[in-house]
C-alpha cells in the first residue's frame, strides 16, 4: 500500500482490483499449453477509467509467466498509469449561494476559494471553485511506472514457496518492497495453508516541499519523507464437494512513517455564518495498523460458476468497512461466456475525519476531511464478456463496469450555510477493461 497523489489512492484501488480480476479471469489459458514441456502464458490488459468531472485515467498492463513442468514459475509485469483531470482538495464549499446578496464586510473574498495544486499540476499554480456550492477541486497530472517479478518453486508435491518484489516511481513518491510466502496442501490436497509477508520502504517528496501538518502551508520542512509498511497474511482454502470450495484470509499491515497527504486541506469556518474563512493543511498520525478477514466461496453449477465473497477491514484510526462481492460466470457456448458482476463497499469515517473546523476553536492533534477517510459508500454494477476468434490463439475479454461513489454529505454538526450543500456528493464512474490472454 501507498500514500498517493490526492484521489489517487482510491484510484488505484479501484483500477488494481479491476485489472487484477481480468488476469485472473483469462489465467485458466494457461492449462492450454502443452503440459509435456514449459509454457510461457502472456496476459495484457488495457483499462480506460473515468470519474464524471474529475479524474480520468489510462492503464496499460502487460504479465508474461514461464511455467516449467515441474510446477517452478516465473513471472513479470509492468504496469503504466497516465492520470489527469481534477480531485477534491478537502476544503468545502466557500459557502455562497446568491452572488448578487449582500455580504458582510471582508466576506467578499471568500466568494471564490482558493487551493494550492494537486501533484502534478502544471506549474504549482492555484485552482478555483466554479461554483460557491460546489466542492473545491485542484488539477492534476502524474505518471506511474510499476514493476514486479515473483518466483514459485514447489519445494515437494504438497510444499511451495513464492518469492516477490515491486518498484514504482512517479513524480513525488517512490515505492521498493518484498514478498514471500509458503503454502501447504494437506488432508488428501482437499486443504491449503497460506502463510506470508510483505515490506515496503517508501519515500514520500511533494511537489514545492512538504508542508507542516495543521499548518497554513508555508511551513516546509525535509523534501524527502519515509515511510515503512509491514505486513503478513494466513489463509486457509478447503474443498469441500467437487464442486464447492471455500477460502478464508486475514491479513495484517502495520505502516509508520510519513503517512499525511501533502496536498490536502482542512477548511476553517466561520462559527456564524458557515463560510469558509481560511484553510490549514492536513494532519494525520505517524502509525497505523490495518486488519482484514476475506471469506470467498466458489461453486461449480452444472454450466455456471458462483464466486461470493466477504471482506472485512478495520484499523486504530477508526475505519470500519465491509465489501460484498459477487460474480456468475455463464458459458454462452464452446468459445465465449458471459459475467455479470455486483459489488457494494461501505465504511465508517476516521476518528478525525472532519467536514471542516470552526474558526477560532483548538485545533486538533489530527484533521482530515480527505472524502477517502470519510463516511463513504460505492456500488458498482459492470459485465465481462470472454471470447475465442476462429483459427486464433488465446482469449479474449472485455469487461464494463458502472461504479456510483457517494457518502454521508449531511453531517448533523454542519454550520450556517454548510447545512444547505451536499459534502460528499455522488460521483458517476465508468471503467472499461479489455485483456487478451494466450499461452505457447
Known sequence: MQLASPGQASIRGKLGTAACMLLASVA???????????????????????????????????????????????SGQIVLDAMTGATPTGAMPPGVVDSTATL?????????????????????????????????LAQFNDTRVAL??????PITSAFGSTLGGYYSREKDYESIGGSARISLDFLHKLTTLTIGGSANQDHVFPSGGTPLPLSDGSVLHEERNAKHVTGGLVGLSRVITRR?????????????????????????????????????????PSTRERSDVMTTMAYHFRSDVLHLSHRYYWDDWGVRSNTFDLKLRHDTGDSSFLQPHLRYYQQS???????GLVQG????????????LGPLQTATAGLTYGFH??????EFTIRAEYILQFGKGHPDNAVGVQQDFDLMPPV?????????SVAF
Request: glycine fraction near 12%; aromatic fraction near 8%.
Open 28 to 74: 485458466p489459458a494457461a492449462a492450454r499449453g502443452d503440459a509435456s514441456g514449459a509454457v510461457t502464458q502472456v496476459d495484457a490488459t488495457m483499462l480506460l477509467y473515468g470519474e464524471q468531472s474529475r479524474t480520468n485515467v489510462i492503464e496499460p498492463t502487460v504479465r508474461v509467466t514461464r511455467i516449467q513442468p515441474s510446477g517452478r514459475s516465473l
Open 104 to 136: 458582510p464586510p471582508g466576506e467578499e473574498a471568500r466568494r471564490v476559494q482558493t487551493m494550492t495544486a494537486a501533484s502534478g499540476g502544471g506549474g504549482g499554480g492555484s485552482e478555483h471553485a466554479p461554483d460557491p456550492g460546489a466542492i473545491p
Open 148 to 153: 514486479d517479478a515473483e518466483w514459485h518453486e
Open 244 to 284: 464447492w470450495l471455500i477460502s478464508v484470509n486475514g491479513s495484517r499491515t502495520y505502516e509508520d512513517g510519513y503517512l499525511t497527504e501533502p496536498y490536502k486541506v482542512v477548511s476553517l469556518i466561520d462559527p456564524a455564518t458557515g463560510f469558509t474563512a481560511g484553510q490549514i493543511t492536513e494532519g494525520r
Open 349 to 355: 469515517q476516521a476518528d478525525f475525519f472532519t467536514f
Open 361 to 372: 476553536a483548538p485545533i486538533p492533534q489530527y484533521a482530515s476531511s480527505d472524502y477517502r
Open 389 to 394: 476468434l476462429p483459427e486464433s490463439p488465446g
Open 428 to 436: 458517476n464512474i465508468g471503467s472499461l477493461v479489455a485483456g487478451y
